[in-house]
T-cell receptor, first 113, second 113 residues
Framework: DADVTQTPRNRITKTGKRIMLECSQTKGHDRMYWYRQDPGLGLRLIYYSFDVKDINKGEISDGYSVSRQAQAKFSLSLESAIPNQTALYFC????????????FGPGTRLLVL | AQSVTQPDIHITVSEGASLELRCNYSYGATPYLFWYVQSPGQGLQLLLKYFSGDTLVQGIKGFEAEFKRSQSSFNLRKPSVHWSDAAEYFCAVGAGNTGKLIFGQGTTLQVKP
């Protein structure tokens, strides 16, 4: 079984809809991250969390919110989706002792019409 | 501010030829450096990482990278490329003791038969 899972893997939604992307991990890591990937831009950090009570904005948090329901679960929400949020979204985890090494889920491909 | 530059957006090499992917970073202290690979439809897989010590690091799938502090570079190399190496490659730098990574824009590798 994969250590970092993301659901759904693919999603098509309409402008204005609220959607949630979910991430679960079995690595026992405290730290979790959400990135989006756009062609030519690499990966950009949306939000990150170092433990259940710690949530931090990344470089592109506008239009997104997150919830850390448990150590193993970190969800990303788009409150009112817009077309420029069409992207590939990745969840990642790392341990406090992993020297910043991050482990990635398989990604969620989101299309906003 | 920390940054990572991958000068080559797209590279094409023949199968069996050698490969070098360039990565330059901007960081004030000794960085943590990473190379990740993303195969089509997959998440990011860690190829190798540098924290300290020997500046030539070995990774999975026959890849290696060399940290050159004087050139602020961490180039990825492979002596003989296989068709299965076709993928997108990302260089990343650890942003100090923040638990965050800064990613380059990525380099897409195409392998000709």
């Amino acid at each position: 079984d994969a250590d970092v899972t993301q659901t759904p893997r693919n999603r098509i939604t309409k402008t204005g809809k609220r959607i949630m992307l979910e991430c679960s991990q079995t690595k026992g890591h405290d730290r979790m991250y959400w990135y989006r990937q756009d062609p030519g831009l690499g990966l950009r950090l949306i939000y990150y969390s170092f433990d259940v009570k710690d949530i931090n904005k990344g470089e592109i948090s506008d239009g997104y919110s997150v919830s850390r329901q448990a150590q193993a679960k970190f969800s990303l929400s788009l409150e009112s989706a817009i077309p420029n949020q069409t992207a590939l979204y990745f969840c990642a985890t790392s341990g406090w002792d992993s020297q910043e090494t991050q482990y990635f889920g398989p990604g969620t491909r989101l299309l906003v019409l | 501010a920390q940054s990572v530059t991958q000068p080559d957006i797209h590279i094409t090499v023949s199968e069996g030829a050698s490969l070098e992917l360039r990565c330059n970073y901007s960081y004030g202290a000794t960085p943590y450096l990473f190379w990740y690979v993303q195969s089509p439809g997959q998440g990011l897989q860690l190829l190798l990482k540098y924290f300290s010590g020997d500046t030539l690091v070995q990774g999975i799938k026959g890849f290696e990278a060399e940290f050159k502090r004087s050139q602020s570079s961490f180039n990825l190399r492979k002596p003989s490329v296989h068709w299965s190496d076709a993928a997108e490659y990302f260089c990343a730098v650890g942003a100090g003791n923040t638990g965050k990574l800064i990613f380059g824009q990525g380099t897409t590798l195409q392998v000709k038969p």
